[in-house]
T-cell receptor, first 116, second 115 residues
Framework: DTGVSQDPRHKITKRGQNVTFRCDPI?????LYWYRQTLGQGPEFLTY????????KSRLLSDRFSAERPKGSFSTLEIQRTEQGDSAMYLC??????????????FGPGTRLTVL | AQTVTQSQPEMSVQEAETVTLSCTYD???????LFWYKQPPSRQMILVIR??????QNATENRFSVNFQKAAKSFSLKISDSQLGDTAMYFC????????????FGQGTELSVKP
């Protein structure tokens, strides 16, 4: 069991560019979550998938953000036309959950995005 | 709004001593789960302990234990025999059924264990 992995670990980009992050969950985990964490704050929920279905999106996830989880395996988070306010740590978590259960989420190391 | 509050931004403790981190939450639900996560400097977040709201018994995990007061909506973490490796940011989080699958996190408490 290799845990949740994320790639890249660090990304520096210029304002207006598009960026894409990847998350590989723990194998056989059916749920995958994306959170955003700014310096000194707790993570904030962005979106989550159960298998390949995107079940919930936060209002924080503007039209510039899109997430996919094809075939219910890895997931990608894309930010278009990045802004300086997008600078943050983007965390991915996965869990094995059944409806109505408080599944434990396991986090990856995160991707730190810096928008210049 | 459902919220999780950690009122202690920073705490410090001497090695081998005991420290308690506070957390309060606000929900009208009767079923939920509470978690403490640890995030060491520049390292990933890991689960410390988990508590089901329907269980009256406080969860324990080696040197870590919680004091879960459901009526008061309080969920504190006690770390016994503190070790240097316990130095980290600690986050309290709640999983609420009517909030879908997401965790709602507090602002965090930065704990420093001093030799």
């Amino acid at each position: 069991d290799t845990g949740v992995s994320q790639d890249p670990r660090h990304k520096i980009t210029k304002r207006g560019q598009n960026v894409t992050f990847r998350c590989d969950p723990i194998s056989e985990h059916n749920r995958l979550y994306w959170y955003r964490q700014t310096l000194g704050q707790g993570p904030e929920f962005l979106t989550y998938f159960q298998n390949e279905a995107q079940l919930e999106k936060s209002r924080l996830l503007s039209d510039r953000f899109s997430a996919e989880r094809p075939k219910g395996s890895f997931s990608t988070l894309e930010i278009q036309r990045t802004e300086q306010g997008d600078s943050a740590m983007y965390l991915c978590a996965s869990s094995f959950g059944l409806a109505g259960e408080g599944d434990t989420q396991y986090f990856g190391p995160g991707t730190r995005l810096t928008v210049l | 709004a459902q919220t999780v509050t950690q009122s202690q931004p920073e705490m410090s403790v001497q090695e081998a001593e005991t420290v308690t981190l506070s957390c309060t939450y606000d929900t009208s639900e009767s079923n939920y789960y509470l978690f403490w996560y640890k995030q060491p400097p520049s390292r990933q977040m890991i689960l410390v302990i988990r508590q089901e709201a329907y269980k009256q018994q406080n969860a324990t995990e080696n040197r870590f234990s919680v004091n879960f007061q459901k009526a008061a909506k309080s969920f504190s973490l006690k770390i016994s025999d503190s070790q240097l490796g316990d130095t980290a940011m600690y986050f309290c989080a709640a999983y609420l059924y009517n909030q879908g699958g997401k965790l709602i996190f507090g602002q965090g408490t930065e704990l420093s264990v001093k030799p």
